[in-house]
């Protein structure tokens, strides 16, 4: 952990955990979750497992809301919502709002953090949800996804019900 602050670049991990609300009891984790395979010493040590366990995590925790949050939407309609809701774009927005890539260790080649792809963008938000995870189990996971993504599923829901209206009006003509 100790090279993660040695970089003047990149910002420190208590500023990510005020950014994303959540305090790590191992820092470690959240260290991991910022080091993208292009600096890693391997890629065991990149953030590429945690960004596996965290897309699992975040859909898990995405579709148990929107069964709950929608009792009488059929799986179809849940698929559209989840989908949406946790894109690539929407991942990579959240990160951007988050202010992840200020804190993303990189490899020369990767350019600067301002042009980051949106496919390093959205593993940064999979990759802490895994960390958060890993900390502090299902809740403090399912408290972050959900804060971060509450808007996205709202707007997601709202244009699902209005395809759906569109639909069954084309479908009456």
């Not at 971060?148 to 829901?157: C, F, K, T, V």
Request: glycine content about 8%; proline content about 2%.
């Amino acid at each position: 952990m100790g090279a993660w602050h040695t970089m003047s670049e990149a910002i420190e991990l208590e500023v990510i955990e005020q950014r994303i609300g959540y305090r790590f009891n191992d820092q470690t984790l959240l260290a991991q979750g910022l080091v993208h395979a292009s600096i890693a010493t391997s890629r065991v040590a990149s953030n590429e497992r945690l960004e596996f366990l965290g897309d699992a995590i975040l859909g898990a925790i995405v579709c148990e809301h929107l069964y709950r949050r929608f009792p009488i939407e059929l799986e179809g309609e849940l698929t559209k919502i989840k989908s949406n809701a946790v894109s690539r774009r929407v991942c990579a927005e959240v990160a951007v709002d988050l202010g992840l890539a200020d804190a993303v260790q990189l490899g020369k080649g990767m350019g600067d953090r301002t042009t980051l792809p949106q496919s390093l963008l959205a593993a940064l938000f999979e990759s802490v949800v895994g960390a958060i995870y890993l900390d502090g189990g299902i809740e403090p996971a399912r408290v972050f996804v959900l804060c971060s993504l509450e808007s996205r599923i709202d707007e997601s829901a709202r244009l699902g019900h209005q395809q759906n209206f569109k639909s069954v009006l084309q479908q009456s003509l």
